[in-house]
């Protein structure tokens, strides 16, 4: 059968495992739309409200399935929307590949309409990125912008000219070079282990600590049981950077949860207390929560050997599969006797527990901010997909949201990107359409993107939201007063009525303002038979402090409380209560 070059393009894309692609139909894509419409059964289309809705999506995609993402978008601004979206594939290390329109290829550069180039506007963002020059380069081209982004695990880009998706492959003369089928379609994995001399050595290391620390991240996520086998010898309790959450449960006695600004307690007493450190498949980027470069020894495994030392002055740099490579390690270590490390950063970790979910049951209006999000946490599925945004939502799921196993989260890590919520919880509704899909969000973020409403009635995804509005983008206003000691100044945000923005897109709303009713909403909306809303109004005043007393952030918090910033009487007493007084005195 003939094939022009939408159809060489898509056929590619389904040999390399792609069965979804997000977008939104455009004149520079008509070609493609065609050839994705016929081949509806064997991969489908998703039309999202704003193209970066669909690089969101894909990248949601590919962290939950390990799979290729795909987005499509038209030319000119169809192609720059997807832009903010495949950052967060690069920082964070996902397959995607994004597919966008050009004009006719003999009017390109000429100041025609929607004439950007976006092959040289993806070659920041891509590790691969190309213009399509004819149906017969199609074929050559599509496979290996899909091995480099399954490859190198970023982003690829292909621009394709309108012609050249509608061109016939028998009309393009190819070059003598060219020969027909030379291409492979074979899919291959890349799995390495480190070399055994280097194990040998961060072996050493771990051995001779006495105190040993495991930092693990998202790269650990495929070996789950190898790094609670490596705990198990070491002793060593395991911290969890944030895209790592669903590692372990967060009760299970080898972790200490979370790390940073939105961590634990127990976390930063181990960091500040180890004498060695490994770090699993983590960049973690925020450098003050590590130990002191002279306090701790430190190994590092990692896939990509450009991220070993990034954060920590590691001696053995381990880069390979983290799996294999952990279980190699394994064999060399030695089993550490003495447990006192692991026993008091249990205790720690019991205490900060304990001291979070007690001190949200104050009945106050509004409500403390953690209450709701808790409530939800103890009701989710065993193997519930947790999506969380960016903002001060994130840390109040960080923290209040006890992890359990077998549950997945995803959110955007390095580029920590507003507005990922709702894209990231389609892709997951759609890839795993038996699991309970949550998706935790600020009003500021679902603002940013809230036509997405409309996408997840339109499939009618069974997701479930939940807006914690406090009527202002949370961690800038506290980040305004703690890291430089200025008055919050344009945070505040114009309300929104969000329960009746999502009845208007069809999908059920719940507004709760007082905490005794946070529980009976929480069931009624996951009890619900199709996607719904919650509305948590809850308290603006109450910080998000990190977990230890920073004396430079007590100093810019009192500096800009004297100035005037409003709302200051009621912070002031917010401070004095649990749990943000341990927080801002110990």
């Known amino acids: 059968m003939a094939r022009n070059g939408a159809d060489i393009l898509v056929d590619t894309l389904m040999a390399f495992g792609v ?57 000119g601004p169809g192609g720059t929307h997807l832009l903010t979206g ?10 995607v590949i994004a597919i966008t329109g050009a004009p006719y290829h003999d009017l390109i550069d000429s100041f025609t ?25 199609v074929e050559n081209a599509v496979s290996l912008a899909c091995r480099h982004a ?16 509608e061109e016939p492959e028998e009309a393009e003369t190819a070059s003598d070079r060219n020969v027909k089928n030379h291409v492979s379609l074979a899919r291959a994995e890349d799995i390495r282990c480190a070399p055994p001399d280097e194990i040998a050595r961060a072996a ?11 930092l693990a991240g998202q790269g650990a996520l495929s070996a789950v049981d190898e790094l609670k086998r490596t705990a198990e010898i070491l002793g060593a309790p395991i911290i969890k950077a944030l895209l790592g959450k669903g590692l372990l449960a967060d009760d299970d006695p080898l972790t200490t949860g979370g790390i940073g600004l939105l961590g634990t307690r127990a ?3 181990v960091m500040e207390a180890c004498d060695a450190l490994l ?3 983590s960049t973690f980027p925020y450098i003050e929560y590590y130990p002191k470069p002279d306090q701790a020894r430190g190994v590092q495994i990692d896939r990509d050997p450009t991220r070993i030392g990034l954060r920590f002055p590691v001696e053995v740099g381990l880069a390979g599969d983290a799996r294999q490579t952990l279980a190699a390690l394994n064999e060399k270590l030695e089993e550490k006797a003495d447990r006192s490390f692991l026993q008091e950063a249990q205790r720690w970790a019991r205490e900060w527990r304990d001291l979070l979910r007690t001190s949200v049951e104050e009945a106050r209006t509004p409500m403390p901010p953690g209450r709701i999000v808790r409530d939800l946490g103890d009701r989710l599925d065993e193997n519930a997909i947790v999506v969380f945004d960016s903002g001060h939502n994130t840390g109040l799921m960080a923290r209040y949201v006890n992890a359990k196993a077998g549950q997945s989260y995803v959110g955007s890590g390095l580029s920590a990107s507003m507005a990922c919520g709702i894209p990231y919880a389609v892709a997951a509704a759609l890839a795993f359409p038996g699991r309970q899909v949550v998706a935790i969000m600020g009003d500021g973020g679902l603002s940013m993107l809230m036509g997405e409403l409309a996408t997840i009635a339109r499939y009618r995804l069974p997701i479930k939201l939940l807006v914690l509005n406090n009527g202002t983008l949370g961690q800038i206003k506290w980040e305004q007063m703690l890291f430089l000691g200025n008055r919050e100044y344009e945070c505040d945000l114009t309300p ?13 709303g719940w507004r709760v303002e007082d905490p005794a009713d946070s529980a009976a909403v929480v069931e009624a909306a996951l009890a619900h038979d199709g996607p719904a809303l919650i509305e948590a109004v809850i308290d603006t005043h109450e910080p998000l402090l990190p977990p230890k007393r920073n004396e430079k952030y007590v100093e810019n918090m009192e500096k800009a409380l004297r100035e005037g910033t409003p709302g200051a009487d009621e912070i002031r007493e917010r401070l004095a209560t649990e749990p943000l007084r341990t927080m801002w005195e110990g």
């Not at 495949?86 to 397959?95: E, H, M, V």
């Not at 050493?204 to 600590?209: D, H, R, Y």
């Open 279 to 281: 770090i699993v498949g």
């Open 86 to 95: 495949l950052y967060d594939a690069k920082l964070d290390r996902a397959p």
């Open 150 to 165: 399954l490859g190198h695990r970023g982003v690829a880009h292909l621009s394709v000219p309108v012609d050249v998706q």
């Open 113 to 137: 309409q929607q004439d950007v180039d976006h092959s040289k506007v993806f070659m920041d963002v891509a590790v691969y990125s190309a213009r399509l020059m004819g149906a017969r380069h």
């Open 204 to 214: 050493e290391v771990l051995n001779a600590g006495s105190k040993v620390a495991i």
């Open 496 to 508: 929104i009525d969000f329960v009746k923005v999502a009845e208007g897109c069809g999908i059920k």
């Open 19 to 75: 069965d979804t692609i997000f977008g939104l139909p455009g004149d520079g894509i008509n070609g493609i739309m065609e050839a994705i419409r016929q081949r509806q059964g064997r991969i489908r289309f998703i039309q999202v409200r704003h193209e970066e809705s669909a690089a969101f999506a894909a990248v949601g995609h590919a962290k939950l399935t390990g799979r290729l993402g795909c987005c499509l978008a038209t030319t």
């Open 267 to 269: 976390s930063q007493e």
